[in-house]
């Protein structure tokens, strides 16, 4: 394999894939939208750290403290709800993301990678097996991976085999013909 680099072609040595990786397998997606939810998440959390060093400040300018108690708990509720709830929330909403998922077709497992709370990349390995459908279409959950909840965009796929068999739909024997006789 040539590339160039600045106008200078360079050899490489690696026989695999630039979307292959040693220890998860091939990747078979990439969610468009990893880059919106780091830069929201980590937003959020810039803006609860700026409000807890703040909050000395402004309580001492204020002079919050001699107001009524009710004045001071509608105060920190809502400087509370913006510092800390926003953050979890977001959290909450986004942890099922995947914003990328590998394939190791030997094994026949899957490794989902998402942001945990800090927002370091978590990997989740799962077989094909393990993934269940929801009954019920949810808002932020295309399947589940053993007991976690998954989020990916289906037209997202470059090979559509790949997320049907994620999705146990190249199974022959989807539908089960007792169910279908009654």
């Given at each position: 394999?040539?590339?160039?680099?600045?106008?200078?072609?360079?050899?490489?040595?690696?026989?695999?894939?630039?979307?292959?990786?040693?220890?998860?397998?091939?990747?078979?997606?990439?969610?468009?939208?990893?880059?919106?939810?780091?830069?929201?998440?980590?937003?959020?959390?810039?803006?609860?750290?700026?409000?807890?060093?703040?909050?000395?400040?402004?309580?001492?300018?204020?002079?919050?403290?001699?107001?009524?108690?009710?004045?001071?708990?509608a105060?920190?509720?809502?400087?509370?709800?913006?510092?800390?709830?926003?953050?979890?929330?977001?959290?909450?909403?986004?942890?099922?993301?995947?914003?990328?998922?590998?394939?190791?077709?030997?094994v026949d497992?899957?490794?989902?990678?998402t942001?945990?709370?800090?927002?370091?990349?978590?990997?989740?390995?799962?077989?094909?097996?393990?993934?269940?459908?929801?009954?019920?279409?949810?808002?932020?959950?295309?399947?589940?991976?053993?007991?976690?909840?998954?989020?990916?965009?289906?037209?997202?796929?470059?090979?559509?085999?790949?997320?049907?068999?994620?999705?146990g739909y190249?199974?022959?024997?989807?539908?089960?013909?007792?169910?279908?006789?009654?």
């Amino acid at each position: 394999q040539v590339t160039t680099f600045q106008g200078v072609a360079v050899r490489s040595l690696c026989t695999s894939s630039p979307h292959d990786h040693p220890e998860h397998g091939r990747l078979v997606y990439k969610g468009n939208l990893a880059k919106a939810v780091l830069g929201v998440k980590l937003f959020s959390y810039s803006t609860s750290i700026f409000n807890l060093f703040m909050m000395p400040y402004i309580m001492l300018k204020s002079g919050i403290g001699v107001e009524s108690l009710l004045v001071q708990a509608a105060f920190y509720g809502l400087i509370g709800v913006f510092t800390f709830v926003t953050p979890v929330t977001l959290h909450i909403l986004t942890k099922g993301y995947v914003i990328r998922l590998y394939y190791k077709d030997e094994v026949d497992t899957y490794t989902a990678i998402t942001y945990n709370a800090i927002l370091a990349e978590k990997a989740t390995v799962f077989h094909q097996k393990d993934v269940k459908i929801p009954d019920i279409t949810k808002m932020f959950t295309t399947f589940y991976a053993k007991t976690k909840s998954m989020l990916v965009n289906p037209t997202l796929f470059p090979n559509p085999q790949d997320y049907n068999h994620l999705m146990g739909y190249d199974k022959s024997s989807f539908f089960k013909f007792e169910e279908l006789e009654e």
